[in-house]
């Protein structure tokens, strides 16, 4: 594939995900998975807006997971009443990871 149409699938599979986009596009998922560790390793990572996060109602909650080129992942499981600075813990993680 062209690296123009890689470097597009990175982008889309921050937004959307790595399973989701090499699903759709009918890419190899561990090429894919690399790709999107490099790039993000290169200093990039999705902004989380707004920048602290809190479950929209009771009983919801999300799983975040970051996955550098080292292979290190870091996961984090948030409930409804977490509040947590996830712009800054990415932050920290990529500088940590690079």
């Known amino acids: 594939m062209p690296p123009a149409l890689w470097e597009a699938a990175v982008v889309l599979a921050r937004e959307q995900g790595v399973y989701r986009v090499a699903r759709a596009l009918r890419v190899d998922y561990g090429t894919l998975q690399r790709r999107v560790g490099t790039a993000a390793a290169g200093g990039g990572f999705v ?52």
């Open 47 to 98: 902004t989380v807006a707004p920048a602290v996060w809190a479950a929209p109602r009771e009983g919801a909650g999300a799983v975040v997971e970051w996955s550098a080129a080292d292979g290190s992942k870091l996961v984090v499981r948030l409930t409804a009443r977490d509040r947590l600075d996830l712009e800054r813990l990415a932050a920290a993680f990529w500088r940590r990871s690079s």
